[in-house]
Nanobody
Framework: QVQLVESGGGLVQPGGSLRLSCTASGNITTINAMGWYRQAPGQQREPVALAAFTSDGSTDYLDTVKGRFTISRDNAKNTVYLQMNSLKPEDTAVYYC???????????????WGQGTQVTVSS
């Protein structure tokens, strides 16, 4: 079992910055992918920034908020970050961390989700 703990959300003024973090613990062998999603009231959950790791060691990225949000990872700490700059009111949502891990000794993967952290951008 894998547990994800998120932190870093809060209330920020337009144009401000926040840095979200998500730390994974438990039975982790290989992380195949990591990412951040968000869900605003009345909206579907949407990807914000995703990173998938290929067998040759390369990384494929999907960025939906180009120029303002940046995803990063600290492998040693099993932690993924989302740096959010120039925040806008429309960025207000609950942000969720997602980590895809491979089961030991298999090619099966499981997705784990953080509890969500509220980001509110308002004056």
């Amino acid at each position: 079992q894998v547990q994800l703990v998120e932190s870093g959300g809060g209330l920020v003024q337009p144009g401000g910055s926040l840095r979200l973090s998500c730390t994974a613990s438990g039975n982790i062998t290989t992380i195949n992918a990591m990412g951040w999603y968000r869900q605003a009231p009345g909206q579907q959950r949407e990807p914000v920034a995703l990173a998938a790791f290929t067998s040759d060691g390369s990384t494929d990225y999907l960025d939906t908020v180009k120029g303002r949000f940046t995803i990063s990872r600290d492998n040693a700490k099993n932690t993924v970050y989302l740096q959010m700059n120039s925040l806008k009111p429309e960025d207000t949502a609950v942000y969720y961390c997602n980590v895809r891990v491979r089961r030991p000794g298999t090619f099966w993967t499981d997705d784990y989700w953080g509890q969500g952290t509220q980001v509110t951008v308002s004056s």
